[in-house]
């Protein structure tokens, strides 16, 4: 079985797929948009040798990675960003420990107890009903009801 250009770009564009997924540099995936990009025209006729499709391929690849890696860079941080879902949000509790200004007190929440601290930055009494704002881990971000 004798293979094309364009299949063993198309088998390189592939595998250069499958070594981004493995890593986490994000640069392979520049390489294979190149050779899929050359593959592509090469099975149109448009790159008729291999030298044109290596010229291509190389500089498919390189102005792809210099104009768009920053970009997809900073689509991927922004994407981790986003507010997760918090169960905990909206629920009461009750103040078990002051919970001072600055710093950790406790509440008790669906039977166990929780370090809290004050969304407001005011001081809760221990006995006061407290609304759950957020979790940071495992502690909970709440202010008085």
Known sequence: MDLSLPQIWLIIG???LVLELVSVVLVFVFFAAGALITALLASVGLLP????????FSLISVLALILLRK??????KHRGNHT?????????AMVVRDIPAVGE???YYRGAE???VSAGKLPIEAGSKVI???SEGIKLIVEEA
């Not at 040798?49 to 291509?56: E, I, R």
């Not at 970009?71 to 991927?76: D, P, Q, Y």
């Open 114 to 116: 929780w370090s809290a």
């Open 105 to 107: 007190g406790k509440i």
């Open 84 to 92: 997760e879902y918090n169960e905990f949000a909206g629920e009461t």
């Open 14 to 16: 592939l595998l250069m």
């Open 71 to 76: 970009h997809a860079k900073n689509l991927l």
């Open 49 to 56: 040798d291999l030298n044109t499709q290596l010229f291509a």
């Open 132 to 134: 759950i704002r957020e």
